[in-house]
Nanobody, 119 residues
Framework: QVYLVESGGGLVQPGGSLRLSCAAS????????MRWYRQAPGKGRELVAL???????DYGDSVKGRFTISRDNAKNSVYLQMNSLKPEDTAVYYC?????????????WGQGTQVTVSS
């Protein structure tokens, strides 16, 4: 069974920082590309960042230069360091993996963690 469990969300003032964590289990984490998505109220899910098994990273335009994705294969975990947070970063943040299972590619999502940026 694949599990993705996010943690680290909360309320932070504009300009502040938060670090999200995603603990993964049930698959070979070290060979998997991991992604963070977010969904703000009334909007669709947006790709925030991804990190490949080779440590190649990419970011959505709205977070470049402020957010950093990283991984620790020994802990089967992926992280999202968020700095210089803005009110528009307010959203539920999800950990995501697309895995080859049972003969096909399947999407796996965590339960999400709320990030609220407000004074």
């Amino acid at each position: 069974q694949v599990y993705l469990v996010e943690s680290g969300g909360g309320l932070v003032q504009p300009g502040g920082s938060l670090r999200l964590s995603c603990a993964a289990s049930g698959f070979t984490f070290s060979t998997s590309t991991m992604r963070w998505y977010r969904q703000a109220p009334g909007k669709g899910r947006e790709l925030v960042a991804l990190i490949t098994s080779d440590d190649v990273r990419d970011y959505g335009d709205s977070v470049k230069g402020r957010f950093t994705i990283s991984r620790d294969n020994a802990k089967n975990s992926v992280y999202l360091q968020m700095n210089s947070l803005k009110p528009e970063d307010t959203a539920v943040y999800y950990c995501y993996a697309r895995l080859y299972r049972d003969g096909g590619l399947r999407d796996y999502w965590g339960q999400g963690t709320q990030v609220t940026v407000s004074s």
